[in-house]
T-cell receptor, first 111, second 114 residues
């Protein structure tokens, strides 16, 4: 049931864009995105609910395609502060309370 | 500061021992979640409590147990510890009974089993 994230790691230069994908084999009720910096706790970025709703956070946005059971996180004009590991969390429809995270995508932004 | 407090921050113990990790959720939050984070597995969901009752269960071993007390703090008990239990254990809290909103994570308890 664990969602699959790709890529596992990505290295960017400041100002470059990146896309992180999250897919599930199960029908999804919602998708959650978190960022964890090294040695710190995960921090919430956004939630996407079924219905194709797209939400943004500064220059970070995401989409959710419930038919394909996929979500993508878009990082535009990356900044050094974007470095960290990004986790998508999926809530399987009907299993309220059970948020399953993928293994994470490590993003490194270089100057 | 997320408002979620976890103690202890670091714990070193031996195989076969038992430890208790404690979590105080944000003021007003009714749900507490426990996650285990190891290098190769990401964030593994263990268990969730909502207002004192178990709400959802994940990949929690039988050697592990948890509870949420009337004051809403939660404890995760790990017994008969093995080397593979070494990990960072996160507690998170939220207001609602399901993850329909933001989860606030504590700073974690790093457990090392020698």
């Amino acid at each position: 049931q664990q969602p699959v994230q790709s890529p596992q790691a990505v290295i960017l230069r400041e100002g470059e864009d990146a896309v992180i994908n999250c897919s599930s084999s199960k029908a999804l009720y919602s998708v959650h995105w978190y960022r964890q910096k090294h040695g710190e706790a995960p921090v919430f970025l956004m939630i996407l609910l079924k219905g194709g709703e797209q939400k943004g956070h500064d220059k970070i946005s995401a989409s959710f395609n419930e038919k394909k059971q996929q979500s993508s996180l878009y990082l535009t004009a990356s900044q050094l502060s974007y470095s960290g590991t990004y986790f998508c969390g999926t809530e399987i429809g009907g299993s309220q309370g059970n948020l399953i995270f993928g293994k994470g995508t490590k993003l490194s932004v270089k100057p | 500061d997320s408002g979620v407090t976890q103690t202890p921050k670091h714990l070193i113990t031996a195989t076969g021992q038992r430890v208790t990790l404690r979590c105080s959720p944000r003021s007003g939050d009714l749900s507490v979640y426990w996650y285990q984070q190891s290098l190769d597995q990401g964030l593994q969901f263990l268990i969730q409590y909502y207002n004192g009752e178990e709400r959802a269960k994940g990949n929690i071993l039988e050697r592990f147990s948890a509870q949420q007390f009337p004051d809403l703090h939660s404890e995760l008990n790990l017994s008969s510890l093995e080397l593979g239990d070494s990990a960072l254990y996160f507690c998170a809290s939220s207001l609602a009974g399901g993850p329909t909103g933001e989860l606030f994570f504590g700073e974690g308890s790093r457990l090392t089993v020698l």
